[in-house]
C-alpha cells in the first residue's frame, strides 16, 4: 500500500484507459528495438511526456513489460504462460 501512496503522490495526471491501451499496444509492437523515447515518439497520438512515464511506470509495475540498461522497452507479459506458473506453482527467480 505505501507505494502506491507513493505513486499517487507525484502524479498530476492519470492517463486515460486509451491512453494506457495504446501505450501498451506500441510497447508489444516494438520487440524491444526502441527506447522509451522512440516508443514515445511513435505513438500515433500525442501524449505528454510525465503521462507516458506514469504509463510505463504502471506497465513495469504490473509486470508487463521491462526497460534494460539501454532503455529499450521490452514486453515480457505472457498470460498463457503466466496461467501455467500459477497452476503448476513453478517459482520465478526474475520478479525477485
Known sequence: MESEVIFKSKVLRFPTLDTVLMIEKAARKSY??????????????????????????????????????????????NPPLRKYVEKHGVEILANR
Not at 514515445?40 to 505528454?48: A, F, I, R, T
Not at 503521462?51 to 508487463?64: A, E, H, M
Open 32 to 77: 524491444g528495438e526502441k527506447t522509451l523515447t522512440q516508443l514515445w515518439k511513435s505513438l500515433p497520438k500525442k501524449v505528454m511526456w510525465q503521462t507516458f512515464k506514469t504509463t510505463i511506470d504502471y506497465l513495469v509495475y504490473s509486470g508487463k513489460i521491462l526497460i534494460d540498461k539501454d532503455n529499450a522497452v521490452i514486453w515480457i507479459w
